[in-house]
């Protein structure tokens, strides 16, 4: 080996390099580097480093002894990380839509309000999401048990006008099979049952593979750094980007309770025959044994989610193998067993009414109306306690004032409510084309669908008074464009674009307020429906059949109304996942969405779709440490939109040596404007004025017309100068200039790389990093 040696150099010798990280809906290396040559530096086709053909060995040792600046005559060397194909990908992808629900109740987790970790308060925030979770699991999972067997087998094969309907029915329905051995009610359930049992496979197996290639992606092993209150962020311990151990757990609790579900949806109605008087003693007695093993598999479950939270001051490597596939497998094993017990031949059962589905679906809304309640009180407590932030506002800057969790827990639980119902009414209204037939869905499911009018009603208001501050603030604006253009009188069309798009963008700030009402006017509805199916037991038109005539005909409009819009809603959702499976534009569109939605790890929900940010924040902190370490050299990672989101992150996960060596410059970035007041004990001032003390420098860039990306506001102090830029100006030139002899466009989000203010702070960053640090070479 040769000898290493250490080489000064000074600054204009100094090797520099940009590392771009580009935003929601991904781009190409090639738009990145404003190049069409570009080569692969290192990673995959999943997510990889890209740079320019005529740079691909800017900093080797050769291109040392023949450029004698080393960095292009001062010009840093461009890379691109592309990591696009992360949240869009195949056509696989477009399954994604069914984890919605699981996607938010998953984004709660991290909702919570800044506090000093370990606490019991924080410990009882994080358990009470996984509760909600897991209630979301059991909810899918009983929908399908609702259509299969209940709808389906129970009701439709149980009766001859539907069964004659359906034709591939007809081996389970006793007349249509002139009771063939598939056609008692016990084994009908068990053939059925294959469909949820399906579904809760399909999702582990998702959940399987997503873990293996995202959660199984090593970081960057180091020791933890020493924690003084919330001002250091969750986000630079070491384990933080590493869940295997937890998602493991997880999932093997949520497929025990998915398969524990369908056992339950069959074994229960097997064994409330049995327990009829005069029947058979041996399968009574196996019925009620039956019932306690569900509620000690339930417990069991439970333990489970609740025993043990996320692990982040360390790489756990560490797999429960025995929990891990002994539980799913137990469960799976006694669902077999339920299965056959449900099939044993009872001569006198018949099907008729509904399966206890009104119960079920019930004791579901009841216990996640709990738990948002709870949530919110534990989160109140939180946001009141000590050690949010330095400034007095800094609790003001928190979305909901610390609300914002279990607003958006209850949003999840509206969303399987709603799909829950809607495939459940739409099957039903398939099956029973008369509408005459069958008893339909759980009367609390008619319910629900009945208060969506309701809710639309309240958006629609809300989306008016809305709509006139923004006209307001459109007229205000007017005179605010013309005075910083020097504008008068000035082109009035043009003016109004300008002024109007800059009021539009201000609706994101408004985002709490849409999700408040929202969450609010659901609780409200969702008990009242509860209350309604508890009280009536009857649909919301029966309910009101001996009221006045306006109660009966609101009513009337309510329920049908309200099973026209789940149906169309349950086909709309079914539609777009079509055309994202075949179509790539549609796919990156819902990839969009997943680029904001999966930021985090999955610490509430197994299933959810998977955090790209485990395998993108070790992608950038590896290139980064190799490179500052191989080279000396200095390094400005600029992150666009969500890009810079992920570049703090992995600033974040660099030693502190690293990160003096390393300059952030961030433009349209939603880090402050959305997660800082989202995700306020992980984004919040306290941890931005960290990083930013950490890191050599951090500028940041952004206009009044972007409607996602908004100033850090961070001042000038011990830290450093001052993060924000004034806003740049968009459009660059109001009217035709020399340099715009044609009309400059409004970019808002986008392009910010045209301005020359970027070109001018990602100088001041090279400039104002340290050049003497030494470059061991081989």
């Given at each position: 080996m040769g000898e290493v040696r250490t080489v000064e150099r000074s600054s204009t010798d100094r090797a520099a390099l940009e590392l771009l990280v580009h935003g929601v809906g991904g781009a190409t290396p090639e738009k990145m580097l404003n190049d069409p040559r570009t080569v692969r530096i290192t990673g995959d086709d999943t997510a990889a480093v890209y740079r320019r053909a005529e740079d691909a060995d800017a900093d080797s040792p050769a291109a040392d002894a023949n450029t004698p600046s080393g960095d292009h005559d001062g010009r840093p060397v461009p890379e691109a990380y592309v990591w696009s194909n992360l949240t869009s990908g195949n056509g696989t992808r477009a399954l994604w839509l069914l984890l919605l629900p699981f996607m938010v109740v998953n984004l709660a987790h991290w909702m919570r309000p800044a506090a000093r970790e370990g606490t019991r308060a924080v410990r009882l925030y994080g358990l009470l999401v996984r509760l909600a979770g897991l209630s979301l699991t059991v909810l899918l999972v009983a929908a399908a048990c609702e259509v299969a067997l209940d709808l389906t087998a129970w009701q439709c094969a149980g009766t001859r006008a539907c069964a004659a309907r359906h034709s591939w029915l007809g081996f389970l329905s006793p007349s249509g099979s002139h009771e063939g051995w598939w056609s008692p009610p016990g084994r009908r359930l068990a053939l059925a049952a294959l469909v949820p049992t399906?579904?809760?496979?399909?999702?582990?197996?998702?959940?399987?593979?997503?873990?293996?290639?995202?959660?199984?992606?090593?970081?960057?092993?180091?020791?933890?750094?020493?924690?003084?209150?919330?001002?250091?962020?969750?986000?630079?311990?070491?384990?933080?980007?590493?869940?295997?151990?937890?998602?493991?757990?997880?999932?093997?609790?949520?497929?025990?309770?998915?398969?524990?579900?369908?056992?339950?949806?069959?074994?229960t109605a097997a064994a409330r025959e049995d327990h009829r008087p005069g029947g058979p003693a041996a399968l009574d007695a196996l019925g009620r044994l039956l019932e306690v093993s569900l509620t000690l598999g339930a417990l069991a479950v439970v333990w489970v989610v609740c025993r043990r939270g996320r692990s982040e001051n360390r790489l756990d490597r560490t797999l429960d193998a025995h929990l891990v596939h002994r539980l799913p497998l137990t469960a799976l094993t006694f669902?077999?067993?339920?299965?056959?017990?449900?099939?044993?031949?009872?001569?006198?059962?018949?099907?008729?009414?509904?399966?206890?589905?009104?119960?079920?679906?019930?004791?579901?809304?009841?216990?996640q109306g709990a738990l948002v309640i709870t949530l919110a009180a534990v989160a109140r407590v939180l946001h009141r306690g000590p050690g949010t932030g330095p400034r007095p506002d800094d609790r003001e800057r928190s979305a909901l004032r610390g609300l914002g969790g279990p607003a958006v827990v209850m949003l999840a639980c509206a969303l399987g409510g709603v799909m829950s119902g809607g495939v459940s009414q739409r099957v039903s209204d398939w099956l029973d084309g008369t509408g005459t037939s069958l008893d339909g869905p759980p009367v609390l499911l008619t319910w629900q669908a009945s208060v969506i009018p309701v809710l639309l009603l309240v958006l629609l208001a809300l989306s008016a008074l809305l709509g006139r501050r923004t006209w307001r603030l459109t007229r205000a604006e007017r005179e605010a464009v013309a005075r910083e253009y020097g504008a008068v009188p000035g082109d009035p069309a043009r003016t109004g674009r300008i002024a109007r798009t800059r009021s539009m963008a201000t609706l994101t700030d408004r985002g709490p307020l849409l999700v408040a009402v929202t969450a609010t006017t659901t609780l409200l509805l969702g008990a009242g429906a509860l209350a309604g199916t508890f009280v009536s037991g009857e649909t919301p038109v029966r309910a009101a059949e001996a009221a006045g005539p306006f109660v009966q005909g609101a009513?009337?409009?309510?329920?049908?109304?309200?099973?026209?819009?789940?149906?169309?809603?349950?086909?709309?959702?079914?539609?777009?996942?079509?055309?994202?499976?075949?179509?790539?534009?549609?796919?990156?569109?819902?990839?969009?969405?997943?680029d904001v939605g999966t930021f985090w790890p999955r610490a509430a929900h197994p299933f959810a779709p998977p955090c790209y940010a485990e395998r993108a924040v070790p992608d950038l902190t590896w290139r980064m440490t190799g490179w500052t370490r191989a080279t000396g050299g200095r390094l400005v990672i600029s992150g666009h939109s969500q890009g810079s989101v992920l570049a703090a992150a992995a600033a974040w996960q660099l030693k502190p040596s690293d990160r003096k060596r390393v300059a952030l410059?961030?433009?349209?970035?939603?880090?402050?404007?959305?997660?800082?007041?989202?995700?306020?004990?992980?984004?919040?001032?306290?941890?931005?004025?960290?990083?930013?003390?950490?890191?050599?420098?951090?500028?940041?860039?952004?206009?009044?017309?972007d409607p996602i990306g908004g100033p850090v506001r961070l001042t000038g102090d011990d830290c450093g100068p001052a993060v924000d830029r004034a806003p740049l100006a968009d459009p660059l030139a109001y009217g035709r200039t020399a340099a715009h002899p044609l009309p400059a466009p409004i970019l808002g989000h986008s392009d910010y790389q045209a301005d020359p203010a970027f070109a001018e702070e990602r100088a001041r960053l090279l400039a104002r990093l340290h050049p003497d640090l030494p470059v061991q070479r081989a």
């Open positions: 399906a579904l809760t496979g399909l999702l582990w197996y998702l959940s399987h593979r997503t873990w293996r290639a995202y959660e199984s992606q090593e970081p960057l092993d180091r020791g933890p750094e020493p924690e003084h209150g919330p001002a250091q962020t969750a986000l630079s311990r070491p384990g933080f980007w590493y869940g295997r151990r937890l998602v493991a757990r997880l999932r093997a609790a949520h497929t025990a309770a998915g398969l524990l579900t369908v056992a339950a949806a069959v074994g669902l077999a067993l339920t299965l056959v017990y449900a099939a044993w031949d009872r001569p006198h059962w018949h099907s008729s009414g509904r399966l206890a589905g009104d119960t079920t679906f019930g004791t579901l809304a009841l216990a009513a009337r409009t309510a329920q049908a109304l309200g099973s026209w819009l789940i149906g169309l809603g349950f086909l709309l959702f079914v539609t777009w996942g079509r055309r994202a499976y075949k179509d790539a534009s549609a796919r990156r569109t819902i990839g969009i969405l997943w410059l961030t433009y349209g970035s939603p880090i402050e404007r959305l997660y800082g007041r989202w995700f306020p004990a992980h984004f919040g001032p306290a941890a931005l004025a960290a990083l930013h003390r950490d890191i050599d420098c951090w500028r940041n860039l952004y206009r009044l017309t």
